[in-house]
């Protein structure tokens, strides 16, 4: 009775109208009656009278919104091109919620020596003091309309990213654009920064996933793709400010950004190998080869996602990374041998070119057995007649899944226009990718990895190394049959 009370005090107090106290009471009524008139059996065993309203239950006064339609077409994205050359992408989409990006092409292969580390910095140094706003101010503005902001950097772009009700856009493109073109680049928020940045790498530099992808990099190319994304602290104790502005001027003017697609430093695939020793039990290897084209290729990168899935690898329900389960290449090798702790097919791509391959953990004895386990799936392959059609339709359906997986967040898309748009001066439709997705052959998946590991192979290795074979020893072993 307490609840009914206080539930009818509070309607009282809100004006609610009388009709609508009136339902209030009965309801309230009838659930106190059932409570303390009902049976000790049926009270035991929870049952409850229809006599209450269902669910949907319209009350007086209360405006239902219409349903969601069935289906919503996507927006089509609309590319400008103001006077000094920056490029805007815009697209409608339904919702509340917008999110605003600006995305430059300057990334770790646009560094120097003498400015190795400046990307990361930059990206930590992001939504700090600006020429018009303090750090504090650009903190609570975000905050205050309920926004999300951050920034990355990777190999070939920076990019700054603020999600928020599209009520807000104005001050949110407004915001977004200080912090990007007006830092105030402080020397105290520097060497702040800095010091949190040398704490980070040490930590990203004892995680062998992170380390191998690097070392792939370093050792597989020669040219500005070599050039690390985790810096060493020395790299990073040699920036200020005055690296930091210079840099800055050098390619985050707009004719830069537009001119980055064709003037980008080059970068050659040559192969190599890195080891790097630690005191573990373990091995942690990876074997990449060059994915020739990268993404601007859309057919070889389309194959090589189904390739992805194909390999698979690891426990899909633990990690649920790209074609990882029990129909998989890669992950019924975890099962059948418990000294792979884990193995999985991975990418990554750049816009002409990137690397493919197989990462795998496992007891330092037995790294000899895994390369040739990894050797045998990647060149089966590339062999014909080793792939039935079941098994590429499932590894395209599961391709063109991951893809549209990736594009559901507003800032994804935010994300991918803005690259696209940059590369391409447009953005292609999804529907596009998927298409081509659907039009691989069993002929293209055998071409395209024979034409992967035909490649020179790069090979990097973490942990316990002393069983790792010789580089020479490694690559006979990626030749198709």
Same mark, same amino acid.
């Given at each position: 009775?307490?609840?009914?009370?206080?539930?009818?005090?509070?309607?009282?107090?809100?004006?609610?109208?009388?009709?609508?106290?009136?339902?209030?009471?009965?309801?309230?009524?009838?659930?106190?009656?059932?409570?303390?008139?009902?049976?000790?059996?049926?009270?035991?065993?929870?049952?409850?009278?229809?006599?209450?309203?269902?669910?949907?239950?319209?009350?007086?006064?209360?405006?239902?919104?219409?349903?969601?339609?069935?289906?919503?077409?996507?927006?089509?994205?609309?590319?400008?091109?103001?006077?000094?050359?920056?490029?805007?992408?815009?697209?409608?989409?339904?919702?509340?919620?917008?999110?605003?990006?600006?995305?430059?092409?300057?990334?770790?292969?646009?560094?120097?020596?003498?400015? *190795?580390?400046?990307?990361? +910095?930059?990206?930590? !140094? @992001?939504?700090?003091? =600006?020429?018009? &706003?303090?750090? %504090?101010?650009?903190?609570?503005?975000?905050?205050?309309?309920?926004?999300?902001?951050?920034?990355?950097?990777?190999?070939?772009?920076?990019?700054?990213?603020?999600?928020?009700?599209?009520?807000?856009?104005?001050?949110?493109?407004?915001?977004?654009?200080?912090?990007?073109?007006?830092?105030?680049?402080?020397?105290?928020?520097?060497?702040?920064?800095?010091?949190?940045?040398?704490?980070?790498?040490?930590?990203?530099?004892?995680?062998?996933?992170?380390?191998?992808?690097?070392?792939?990099?370093?050792?597989?190319?020669?040219?500005?793709?070599?050039?690390?994304?985790?810096?060493?602290?020395?790299?990073?104790?040699? *920036?200020?400010?005055?690296? +930091?502005?210079?840099? !800055? @001027?050098?390619?985050? =003017?707009?004719? &830069?950004?537009? %001119?980055?697609?064709?003037?980008?430093?080059?970068?050659?695939?040559?192969?190599?190998?890195?080891?790097?020793?630690?005191?573990?039990?373990?091995?942690?290897?990876?074997?990449?080869?060059?994915?020739?084209?990268?993404?601007?290729?859309?057919?070889?990168?389309?194959?090589?996602?189904?390739?992805?899935?194909?390999?698979?690898?690891?426990?899909?329900?633990?990690?649920?990374?790209?074609?990882?389960?029990?129909?998989?290449?890669?992950?019924?090798?975890?099962?059948?041998?418990?000294?792979?702790?884990?193995?999985?097919?991975?990418?990554?791509?750049?816009?002409?070119?990137?690397?493919?391959?197989?990462?795998?953990?496992?007891?330092?004895?037995?790294?000899?057995?895994?390369?040739?386990?990894?050797?045998?799936?990647?060149?089966?392959?590339?062999?014909?007649?080793?792939?039935?059609?079941?098994?590429?339709?499932?590894?395209?359906?599961?391709?063109?899944?991951?893809?549209?997986?990736?594009?559901?967040?507003?800032?994804?898309?935010?994300?991918?226009?803005?690259?696209?748009?940059?590369?391409?001066?447009?953005?292609?439709?999804?529907?596009?990718?998927?298409?081509?997705?659907?039009?691989?052959?069993?002929?293209?998946?055998?071409?395209?990895?024979?034409?992967?590991?035909?490649?020179?192979?790069?090979?990097?290795?973490?942990?316990?190394?002393?069983?790792?074979?010789?580089?020479?020893?490694?690559?006979?072993?990626?030749?198709?049959?």
């Amino acid at each position: 009775m307490y609840r009914a009370a206080s539930g009818l005090g509070a309607l009282k107090q809100h004006g609610a109208d009388t009709q609508l106290l009136n339902i209030a009471v009965r309801s309230a009524s009838t659930s106190v009656a059932q409570r303390s008139s009902g049976s000790f059996l049926g009270w035991l065993t929870g049952a409850r009278s229809n006599a209450l309203p269902p669910p949907d239950f319209a009350l007086p006064g209360v405006t239902i919104p219409p349903p969601l339609a069935d289906h919503v077409e996507p927006g089509k994205t609309k590319i400008t091109t103001l006077s000094n050359g920056v490029k805007i992408a815009s697209e409608t989409s339904p919702g509340s919620a917008c999110s605003v990006g600006v995305y430059v092409h300057c990334g770790s292969v646009y560094e120097t020596p003498e400015t *190795l580390g400046a990307t990361q +910095l930059l990206k930590k !140094l @992001a939504f700090t003091t =600006t020429r018009n &706003r303090s750090q %504090l101010r650009v903190v609570r503005e975000i905050g205050a309309i309920g926004g999300s902001a951050k920034a990355s950097a990777n190999r070939e772009l920076m990019s700054y990213s603020y999600g928020a009700l599209k009520t807000y856009m104005p001050e949110m493109v407004e915001v977004l654009v200080d912090c990007v073109r007006n830092p105030a680049l402080l020397d105290w928020e520097v060497k702040e920064e800095i010091m949190n940045l040398k704490a980070e790498l040490a930590e990203a530099s004892s995680n062998p996933e992170t380390f191998l992808l690097d070392a792939l990099h370093s050792s597989g190319y020669s040219g500005a793709l070599a050039n690390p994304l985790i810096a060493s602290e020395a790299s990073i104790s040699r *920036l200020n400010t005055d690296v +930091l502005e210079e840099f !800055l @001027a050098l390619n985050y =003017t707009s004719p &830069r950004i537009v %001119l980055a697609a064709s003037g980008k430093p080059k970068s050659v695939y040559v192969g190599g190998e890195y080891r790097r020793a630690a005191d573990s039990s373990n091995t942690d290897l990876a074997l990449a080869f060059e994915l020739p084209g990268g993404w601007l290729k859309e057919k070889e990168f389309a194959t090589a996602s189904v390739l992805q899935a194909l390999l698979g690898g690891g426990g899909v329900f633990t990690w649920g990374r790209p074609g990882k389960g029990l129909h998989s290449r890669l992950n019924p090798l975890v099962n059948e041998f418990d000294q792979i702790k884990s193995i999985s097919a991975f990418k990554n791509v750049h816009s002409n070119t990137g690397i493919f391959g197989i990462h795998t953990s496992t007891e330092a004895a037995f790294v000899p057995k895994v390369i040739d386990l990894a050797a045998r799936e990647l060149t089966s392959l590339a062999t014909p007649g080793q792939v039935d059609q079941t098994q590429l339709e499932r590894a395209k359906a599961f391709a063109k899944s991951a893809i549209l997986k990736n594009l559901e967040s507003k800032a994804s898309t935010t994300e991918d226009m803005g690259r696209q748009a940059l590369a391409f001066g447009e953005r292609k439709p999804v529907e596009q990718l998927l298409k081509a997705v659907d039009a691989i052959t069993l002929a293209d998946v055998s071409t395209v990895a024979e034409k992967i590991i035909s490649s020179p192979l790069t090979m990097a290795s973490h942990g316990n190394v002393l069983n790792v074979p010789a580089y020479e020893t490694v690559r006979g072993k990626f030749s198709s049959k």
